[in-house]
């Protein structure tokens, strides 16, 4: 399984951040996709994760303000949110997990203004 990330980059404060990942290869029906990231200095943790059924996982840190979508037609992945933070500053990384965890190459987003 390959992902493809795109978005990020510089975000300014109470602004808004789209991230989308799409997903291809040897794709099966039940997946989870998400979103983790990692701070300088930090463990990478999870922001979101949304199963191919709709349940969603949000980390502590990030519930209310992001939001966590998916296509499953298009084996894509989104996460948003309208009121990014300085802290939300951090390398993102796609995560698809079935047989086992495949990850994107990471984007860096950093909110700042």
């Known amino acids: 399984v390959q992902l493809q990330a795109s978005g990020g980059g510089l975000v300014q404060p109470g602004g808004f951040l789209r991230l989308s990942c799409a997903a291809s290869?040897?794709?099966?029906?039940?997946?989870?996709m998400g979103w983790y990231r990692q701070a300088p200095g930090k463990q990478r943790e999870l922001v979101a994760s949304i199963a191919s059924g709709g349940h969603t996982n949000y980390g502590d840190s990030v519930k209310g303000r992001f939001t966590i979508s998916r296509d499953n037609a298009k084996n894509t992945v989104f996460l948003q949110t309208n009121s990014a933070k300085p802290e939300d500053t951090a390398v993102y990384y796609c995560n698809y997990r079935a047989d086992k965890d495949y990850w994107g190459k990471g984007t860096l987003v950093t909110v700042s203004s």
């Open positions: 290869g040897s794709i099966v029906s039940f997946n989870v």
